[in-house]
């Protein structure tokens, strides 16, 4: 099994997270995320949107997007609930990721690590709707262990990804308790791995 | 059953479609997408992200995000796959659609409807991504009927649902002859609406 990877996105990590909880190998091939020309060469066929992670199973078969990847490795197993409202829930904190945390928290970060802030305004309007979405997890996260179902699951690793690492995009989590306690938790997990592993 | 609605959003459409065709009804509350001022009054608990659709089920239970909730009564029907595989390949297209495809597709739309085109440079950005995904839409849809395994599913829903109204967004189909095929086709399925429905 081949996963096309990045070691610093958030979306790869996610993948490599569960794959190590879950003891399943794979061969890593990492993919530039800063220039982007040979994507349609290494990713052609593979992935719709050329982005990673992308995984290819043994018999061949490719998939794409981080969240799809988790759930079809955690099916079956105790990182996906088994009730029909809670797999529902899980679904909706992935989505929710992909569309209202990922393009602000994921894309500041990355701005500043590969240097490449469009400008002040820009990365204020990130700011501002990441901090929309942090306060979202906050707010849910009061009196709740884990996302859903009070257990650990995909949509815990899906969040953690990005919002652990989001002090390097220039947000500050000192005033979000809850998020801080819930990061503890799942980096306290059996068989975590640190994103730069 | 209650839906949290705006009949102009295809994100809102998808989930009315998907119960139209299960013959599941359910009573629609319509929530202004232009002034936003009320949304944390009339959805906040029900859905971390403020967003329509937020579907609140007969128990009460709430829950958010358009795919998410298509997913949830898809299950276990004809609209959504029992094979492992090509399940994680509905989820594939799902997270394709609401990272890659609604973000520039759905946005230049709303930008031209509501009149609130910040620039023209900005409406340009958004028609080269959104022109982007419609590309991979057009090179997997040559030799296939519906996205996933040869047949209809929500991930045929969720991507009809904004790139049949793209014109309305400055989007010229005439180029996708794929595109127009399939979108003949989900239109022809049985107990299909229209999004004026």
Redesign the interface.
């Known amino acids: 099994m081949i996963l096309y990877d990045s070691q610093v996105s958030g979306n790869c990590y996610k993948v490599r997270l569960l794959l190590a909880q879950l003891g399943i190998p794979c061969e890593r091939v990492a993919v530039d995320v800063v220039d982007r020309s040979r994507r349609a060469e290494i990713l052609g066929g593979k992935?719709?949107?050329l982005?990673v992670p992308t995984i290819v199973?043994d018999d061949g078969?490719p998939?794409?997007?981080?969240?799809?990847?988790m759930?079809?490795f955690a099916?079956g197993t105790g990182y996906l609930p088994e009730e029909?409202?809670a797999?529902?829930?899980v679904?909706?904190?992935?989505?929710?990721e992909?569309?209202?945390h990922?393009?602000f928290v994921a894309v500041a970060r990355r701005w500043i690590m590969f240097d490449e802030v469009p400008s002040g305004e820009a990365l204020a309007e990130r700011h501002a709707n990441g901090y929309k979405a942090l306060d979202?997890?906050e707010?849910?996260l009061a009196g709740r262990e884990y996302l859903v179902g009070e257990r650990y699951s995909v949509a815990d690793i899906g969040l953690y990804a990005y919002t652990h690492v989001a002090g390097e995009g220039g947000f500050d989590l000192a005033r979000y308790p809850e998020i801080r306690g819930w990061l503890g938790r799942v980096a306290a997990q059996p068989a975590h791995i640190p994103i730069t592993a």
């Open positions: 992935n719709p949107s982005r199973l078969r998939l794409g997007e981080s969240n799809a990847i759930w079809h099916e029909r409202f797999r529902a829930q679904l909706q904190w992935l989505f929710f992909q569309y209202s990922e393009p979202a997890i707010s849910h």
